[in-house]
């Protein structure tokens, strides 16, 4: 039998925390050093791109679980995005109940398009013709099922008075090399 095993559990409950010092100031150097890397600086950027600010839709047009789309950025006519009342809090959503979200219609694993692919009974976008993935609204367009492994880019809303205007994406654009 081993001696030098203490089996006081005393120790247990006035524990110091998990992470030393010395481990704490390591990972931070990590993350600067990191973030000076050619790429990491841009990837981080991406993670919001501001446009100018543009009205895509009145709140008193929105009918819940009736998506609207509309193309979005203008310069790039192949991407649209599907704004809806999901009727339920969404992750960024914006109106008096949080419900209204916007998201690109271009699947991120391969571009395909999820136009008209909304489900109201899953408050989903998908599934995606080429591979089927789905993505949820509610969550900030997270994979649900399928190939994809990135969200869905997730408009920026702003609502002023009764008019929603779109200020930027949350994410890449499937087919666009930077959102910068």
């Known amino acids: ?92 959503g914006i109106g008096e109940d949080q419900d209204i979200v916007a998201f690109s219609n271009l699947c991120t694993h391969m571009g395909g398009p999820l136009n008209g692919s909304y489900k109201p009974q899953h408050k989903a976008l998908g599934p995606c013709p080429l591979h089927l993935t789905t993505f949820d609204m509610t969550r900030h367009g997270m994979v649900i099922s399928g190939h994809a492994t990135q969200t869905l880019p997730q408009a920026k809303l702003e609502l002023v008075g009764d008019d929603i205007y779109i200020t930027g994406v949350m994410g890449l654009i499937y087919g666009q090399a930077s959102s910068i």
């Open 1 to 92: 039998m081993d001696n030098n095993i203490n089996l006081n559990n005393s120790n247990l409950n006035n524990s110091k925390p998990c992470i030393s010092r010395r481990h704490f100031l390591l990972a931070g150097a990590t993350t600067l050093i990191l973030s000076t890397i050619p790429g990491m600086a841009g990837a981080m950027k991406l993670l919001v791109k501001e446009y100018p600010r543009l009205r895509v839709a009145s709140l008193s047009q929105l009918i819940e679980d009736h998506p609207i789309e509309f193309m979005f950025p203008p310069e790039n006519p192949i991407s649209t995005f599907t704004m809806v009342k999901l009727g339920e809090l969404a992750g960024a």
